[in-house]
């Protein structure tokens, strides 16, 4: 099984609301990560786990709070966003944190 | 910091012709990934380079790393309408811990 799945395909929501976005693989990998990507534009990385840990935070604002679960699982929270936050948001894994990426389809996200 | 670039930003072609990205770093690199993103989808794993001077091939695709493994191309030959999408490069600088993405060749071919 090489499969990222994320949930949901599409959100919306409001400035105001809390939503997160889920992530799901089964390959064993031990890096997970967060990307942001906008159209026409590279893949932005936000945060890395590496066994089960947050290895990298790029700066990323408050708003968006990432959680590993377990091996298997990553979560990104959402809070307060502002309209510039809609994008298309990528997670991928990976056997560690040097080798190939396997990307879910994404969470393309709308905000109001 | 870490840049990666990548020329041509566009590239249309007739289906057959060929076609070639150049991905260039500022610094040495560990390794350089290539990945193609289809229109809607999300970028999925073409191979990796790790060794200076480095040519693998897939099918019509070959895959080189320079000598000072500071750059890469991926060169399509005879083009299909299948290859459209965005071809990236990634790579791993050796005293980094995360790979970097350059910005992309957007490939169309036209039928």
């Known amino acids: 099984d090489t499969e990222v799945t994320q949930t949901p395909k599409h959100l919306v929501m409001g400035m105001t609301n809390k939503k997160s976005l889920k992530c799901e693989q089964h390959?064993?990998?031990?890096?997970m990560y967060w990307y942001k990507q906008k159209a026409k534009k590279p893949p932005e990385l936000m945060f890395v786990y590496s066994y089960e840990k947050l290895s990298i935070n790029e700066s990323v604002p408050s708003r968006f709070s990432p959680e590993c679960p377990n091996s298997s699982l990553l979560n990104l929270h959402l809070h307060a966003l502002q309209p510039e936050d809609s994008a298309l948001y990528l997670c991928?894994?990976?056997?560690?944190?040097?080798?190939?990426?396997?990307f879910g389809p994404g969470t393309r996200l709308t905000v109001t | 910091g870490q840049q990666v670039m990548q020329i041509p930003q566009y590239q249309h072609v007739q289906e057959g012709e060929d076609f070639t990205t150049y991905c260039n770093s500022s610094t040495t690199l560990s390794n350089i990934q290539w990945y193609k993103q289809r229109p809607g989808g999300h970028p999925v794993f073409l191979i990796q380079?790790?060794?200076?001077?480095e040519v693998k091939k897939q099918k019509r695709l070959t895959f080189q790393f320079g000598e000072a493994k500071k750059n890469s191309s991926l060169h399509i030959t005879a083009t299909q309408t299948t290859d459209v999408g965005t071809y990236f490069c990634?790579?791993?600088?050796?005293?980094?811990?995360?790979?970097?993405f350059g910005p992309g060749t957007s490939l169309s071919v036209i039928p």
């Open positions: 990634a790579g791993l600088e050796t005293s980094y811990d995360k790979v970097i």
């Open positions: 991928a894994s990976s056997q560690d944190g040097l080798s190939e990426q396997y």
């Open positions: 390959m064993g990998h031990r890096a």
């Open positions: 380079l790790v060794k200076s001077g």
